[in-house]
């Protein structure tokens, strides 16, 4: 826009100054036309001649003037062209200053920006440290209610008759479970708490498949505490499957080896009273 703006300004001055001389050229062509139309009369009267004197005259005149004229439009010009050349540096001085602080605007949003990613940056790390806080003191609390919930069930465990868990029941099963039809001898006392306890370890053997010998044994002298487990030297792989699945299960067991059974298959567990500890 400012290029097309000094065109039309060129073009301005170019004709001001052009007016000038067509005006010069204009008042010479009429003057040598009058000069020769007036040789072509010198045979007329005097009184002619005077005329065509002061048409010359006249004609002077218009040309002065036209000079007067061309020398003002000639100054207009000259002013034209000052002030063509001062508003292209003035154009250019705030050219520059515009473009100055364009940059300067830059550079401040640029700095804006910047401060507001590092703003949000430290904001989303002091959010993912909470949050990673919060996330240990969560598993804290959990490993902390586990721990209360194994001292509960331990607590209950000295305080109620023995029981077998869910848990407990489904590790034993899955270790034995794959010997169906092996058997296996398991005596019960008459006493409340070991009977009960001995009847649930009996139903998870049936439950297994495993052919099941009931002893009911009303007292034992000397009194037995425990779980006893009575092994052949060689036990097979039912029996010793019988032993791992009862450390699976965290249930204590006392394993007592008989030189003198029958086979090596054989086992023989006695559900005793309940540990006073």
Known sequence: MATFSKSLLYLFVWQIALIPTIVTVMAQAQTTQMAVRSSKESGDTV????????????HKGSIDRWNTARIVFTIIAALAATGLVVTGVMLNSKGKILSKAQDDLSILKDAIAAEDSRTKAVQIAEAQKAAAQADEHAKQLEKQTEELRSQNLELQRRINPRFLTSTERQTILDGIRPFRGHQIII???????????????????????????????????????????????????????????????????????????????????????????
């Open 47 to 58: 009184s002619e001649m005077k005329s065509l004197a002061q048409e010359v005259e006249r």
């Open 187 to 277: 005596a019960r006392l008459g006493d409340a708490e070991a009977g009960q306890y001995g009847d649930s370890i009996i139903a998870l053997f049936e439950e297994a498949g495993w052919a099941v010998q009931r002893n009911n044994i009303g007292v034992y002298i000397p009194p037995t505490y425990g779980i006893i487990c009575r092994i052949s030297l060689h036990p097979d792989d039912a029996v010793r499957a019988l032993i791992q699945s009862f450390h699976n299960a965290k249930i204590k067991i006392e394993l007592q080896e008989v030189p003198a059974a029958p086979q090596n298959s054989w086992v023989d567990i006695m559900i005793g009273l309940k540990p006073i500890t």
